[in-house]
């Protein structure tokens, strides 16, 4: 038999994606977009709202300059950030945050390390599940059996498709097969 640890090579993968921010990229893998954008596009099928995370990032960094820029001179009120402690000027949080009330506010700069932390979080987690799935790949393949090596090697696939795709794997179950116990009409006991 073929060993699979070949299959298992890094890959530059294409995709089936394109921006339609103003980076206008083509090809592009469904992990260069959000679960939510994605979501929106395969239920509709509109292409023209498809924007990347990175042209996403780079408009809301332009709303958020906007807005600190046309901040008003006269007085504006102080609100507590509650990530970082400080007392802030209302210019220095978004309206989605001033809406949340007192002892809830993140400022701009608080909210934007978050998102950043978690999206560095998510390819942190995929990696490492990618990485863990290649190992235990590459022991079926030096001790394990024939069924061992192909779960490992079609668990692996899984992780570089969810990648690619955006799709989840779905995990069949045995099947109702045609067992004395079946729930339908008129079979089993």
């Not at 709202?49 to 960094?61: N, S």
């Not at 609100?79 to 009330?101: D, I, M, T, W, Y």
């Not at 995929?126 to 394990?144: D, I, P």
Request: net charge positive; with cysteine.
């Amino acid at each position: 038999s073929a060993p699979v640890t070949k299959a298992m090579a890094a890959v530059a993968w294409a995709g089936n994606f394109d921006c339609a921010g103003p980076c206008r990229r083509k090809r592009l893998i469904a992990a260069e977009f959000s679960k939510r954008s994605l979501e929106t596009f395969r239920s509709t099928g509109d292409s023209t709202k498809l924007r990347c995370k990175q042209c996403t990032l780079a408009a809301a960094e332009q709303e958020r300059a906007a807005g600190s820029t046309t901040a008003q001179d006269g007085e504006s009120m102080v609100h507590e950030c509650v990530s970082c402690q400080k007392s802030l000027p209302e210019a220095s949080f978004n309206r989605n945050q001033l809406n949340k009330g007192p002892g809830k506010q993140r400022c701009k700069e608080c909210v934007t390390a978050a998102e950043a932390a978690d999206a560095s979080a998510a390819d942190e987690r995929h990696a490492a599940r990618l990485a863990a799935a290649r190992e235990e790949a590459r022991r079926a393949e030096a001790v394990g059996t024939a069924e061992e090596r192909l779960r490992t090697a079609s668990a692996v696939a899984a992780i570089e498709a969810e990648k690619v795709t955006g799709l989840k794997p779905v995990r069949l179950g045995r099947g109702r097969g045609r067992s004395s116990r079946s729930r339908g009409r008129g079979g089993g006991a």
